[in-house]
């Protein structure tokens, strides 16, 4: 069964940073994509940022591109979201995501959540 743990919220100050990270277990974690979605109260679920399994290849939401990295560690199972530049929007809650695709994860597409972390940005 796959399982996933993310870590890593908490509060910021606008323009600050947070790095998120979610750890994978239950199955082979270097063969698939891995992604970030983030959903807020009275808001529906979106897209952030996915990496493909090799990490090779990367996609972003174009609110976060160019202020959020995702990345990859396969040696340990976790996918990190690197968030700086924040901004009061970006607070939300965030959950890491997985499926059966070796390239992306879209909503439509993922199998597998995480139970979420929040993230709270505040000027």
Do not use: P
């Not at 919220?9 to 940073?17: E, K, Y």
């Not at 990345?71 to 968030?83: E, I």
Request: proline share 0%.
């Amino acid at each position: 069964q796959v399982q996933l743990v993310e870590s890593g919220g908490g509060l910021a100050q606008t323009g600050g940073s947070l790095r998120l990270s979610c750890t994978a277990s239950g199955r082979t974690f270097s063969d698939y994509a891995m992604a970030w979605f983030r959903q807020g109260s009275e808001k529906e679920r979106e897209f952030v940022a996915a990496i493909s399994a090799s990490g090779q290849s990367t996609f972003y939401a174009d609110s976060v591109k160019g202020r959020f990295t995702i990345s990859r560690d396969n040696a340990k199972s976790t996918v990190n979201l690197q968030m700086d530049a924040l901004k009061r929007e970006d607070t939300d809650i965030y959950y890491c995501a997985t499926g059966a695709s070796r390239v992306v994860v879209t909503y439509g597409s993922a199998e597998h959540w995480g139970q979420g972390t929040q993230v709270t940005v505040s000027s």
